[in-house]
């Protein structure tokens, strides 16, 4: 369905990479309710993903930025403002990527290189994405920031491994800037704790097949798809959410509030 939910509003939805991405749902609905925006992903993910389709259909263009670097955003911002004509409305951050999950090292045998590199794409980038868009003043009054994360930021899965640390310093963050960032111009910062999804990323934590379908037995809704995540994105960006900053919520069929169900047991 099309209600023009966005009509007018302007944005920026980092990490698209393909058709499984959550960023690449979200940005396809964004357009069909009426908003404006840029994308952008890491120029290495770039080379490997098909964000420029994504681009051709959304009728917008694909900014290269690595989150990690500051002057990346800074140029992002500032071109993103350019394109779309001024101050945004929305900021979707939908980043993740764990070397030591990749090359499956034990959460007890860690690579620090590699926690580092977690740490600093899949949380500390919110906090990078946060400050530039606060000295840039490159946000409109009771804009809507919205990061993606996972039950494992409050509760232990054990094979999500150092990703769980960076989910929990995601949430922090959002805490944290939320407080700053809603007294000085009234712009929300939320997380959304979502469903296990088949995406490119969540498909490569070790057994994820298994643990998906635990997740939708435990759920009295059954798990909260991609396109189901995409159209919670769209109402956290509206107007409908204005007064909702600094929470964590889950979007996950019930599956949060569950001890046990009797299908599993």
């Not at 990346?72 to 939908?94: C, I, N, P, W």
């Amino acid at each position: 369905m099309n209600h023009q939910l966005l009509a007018n509003k302007k944005g920026i939805i980092f990490g698209a990479l393909d058709e499984n991405s959550l960023a690449w749902k979200v940005a396809l609905k964004a357009k069909a309710a009426g908003a404006t925006f840029t994308l952008t992903n890491a120029p290495v993910a770039l080379r490997f993903g098909n964000i420029n389709e994504l681009a051709e259909q959304c009728q917008t263009s694909v900014i290269a930025a690595d989150a990690t670097n500051t002057d990346d955003l800074e140029k992002l911002f500032q071109q993103s403002m350019e394109e779309l004509g001024g101050q945004l409305d929305f900021v979707l951050h939908a980043i993740g990527m764990s070397p030591n999950v990749r090359k499956n090292k034990p959460y007890t045998k860690l690579n620090y290189k590699f926690y580092s590199q977690t740490m600093d794409v899949s949380a500390i980038s919110f906090h990078k994405v946060l400050q530039t868009a606060y000295q840039l003043d490159a946000l409109n009054e009771w804009a809507s920031v919205v990061a993606l994360s996972y039950i494992a930021a409050q509760r232990n899965f054990p094979d999500y491994n150092d990703m769980a640390d960076a989910k929990a310093a995601l949430e922090s963050i959002a805490r944290s800037f939320g407080y700053h960032y809603g007294i000085k111009k009234n712009v929300r910062i939320n997380t959304i704790s979502q469903s296990p999804t088949p995406t490119t990323a969540g498909a490569g934590v070790k057994g994820f097949d298994q643990f998906l379908n635990y997740a939708q037995k435990m759920s009295p809704l059954g798990n909260a798809s991609s396109e189901d995540c995409a159209n919670y994105c769209l109402m956290m960006f509206s107007d409908y959410s204005r007064m909702i900053t600094m929470q964590n919520l889950f979007h996950d069929g019930g599956f949060s509030s569950m001890g046990i169900h009797p299908d599993v047991l």
